[in-house]
């Protein structure tokens, strides 16, 4: 399995322009959400902050479609802004307000693309710098990984503890919680060969793994001043990378009961996904993000 990230930068929060060019593990569960389940996607799909303001909102945002979805656990090595762990949630593709100089004034005035609705992390200059340049949803979380068993190394547990799981919802969002959100046992598959993939080769597959992420709302209470909001810009991500020459299929056992708990109502952590999917693991590969296509919310409505 992937190395920790330890070294975990400290000091005040500072801006990392892009290009962001980094090194990291990448684990990538695919699933795929119906348009019943997009119809109402479930409350966990977005963080509280999100989910409170226009960010998920259909007539606002854009009404979620479903389709290829997919959870990244991704583990980065080297960043601008130091090592740190991420957990994503892509429930599928959304529609969008296209730009106002795009959008046909008779017919045409969304467009489709993916959506990123939850991420969390380990360390607060990612939250912030995904934020402001990506509209990307980042809040903090602790992120553990179990000890890989002598006998059995190729398997490994992570659990993500979100600073916001609380009811009420606080916003300081200060600590992590005792309960996690996540948890996901990841399983090497022996005697696979390893094959190279990047996410360019999609596009010629008919997949388009473009984002269109709208703006943020801002926390102004969040306790490290990492949550800040985008006013009213779209960001707009077609250029980014995620390449590695050695990639594997695992299993992603995706059973959230912990043990002696009660059943969860959704115990395979989010509609589409089973107790058993299978994965594929990015080892020593590059995640690269250039600086995404901006535009102010259009004046039209959905």
Excluded at 195 to 205: E, G, M, R, T
Aim: with cysteine; net charge neutral; proline share 12%.
């Amino acid at each position: 399995m992937s190395p920790s990230t330890d070294t975990v930068p400290t000091g005040p929060i500072v801006a990392a322009p892009p290009p962001w060019n980094t090194k990291a593990t990448m684990y990538l569960i695919p699933f795929w959400t119906s348009s019943k389940t997009a119809e109402d996607l479930p409350e966990k799909a977005y963080h509280p902050l999100e989910y409170q303001s226009p960010f998920s909102s259909p007539q606002t945002s854009g009404k979620p479609l479903g389709r290829l979805s997919m959870v990244q656990i991704i583990r980065y090595h080297e960043t601008p802004v130091g090592p740190y762990d991420e957990l994503i949630l892509c429930p599928g593709t959304f529609e969008y307000p296209l730009p106002d100089d795009q959008a046909n004034p008779t017919q045409k005035k969304t467009g489709k693309a993916m959506r990123i609705t939850r991420i969390y992390v380990s360390q607060k200059y990612t939250c912030y710098n995904g934020r402001k340049l990506w509209n990307l949803p980042k809040h903090l979380a602790k992120f553990t990984w179990s000890t890989p068993d002598p006998s059995n190394p190729q398997v490994q547990t992570l659990r993500v503890y979100p600073h916001d799981h609380f009811s009420p919802y606080n916003p300081a969002e200060s600590t992590p919680s005792t309960t996690p959100f996540f948890k996901c046992t990841l399983k090497m598959i022996p005697y696979l060969p390893s094959f190279p993939f990047s996410n360019h080769w999609l596009p010629k597959l008919g997949i388009d793994v473009t984002l269109v992420q709208p703006p943020l709302p801002e926390n102004s209470q969040a306790s490290q001043g990492e949550l800040p909001g985008t006013g009213e810009e779209w960001v707009k991500m077609g250029g980014y990378e995620q390449v590695s020459k050695s990639c594997k299929v695992m299993w992603a056992d995706m059973n959230q009961r912990e043990e002696g708990a009660e059943s969860k109502e959704e115990d395979n952590f989010f509609p589409g996904l089973k107790r058993w999917n299978l994965a594929v693991v990015m080892q020593d590969g590059e995640a690269n993000f250039v600086e995404g296509e901006r535009w102010a919310a259009p004046r039209h409505t959905l």
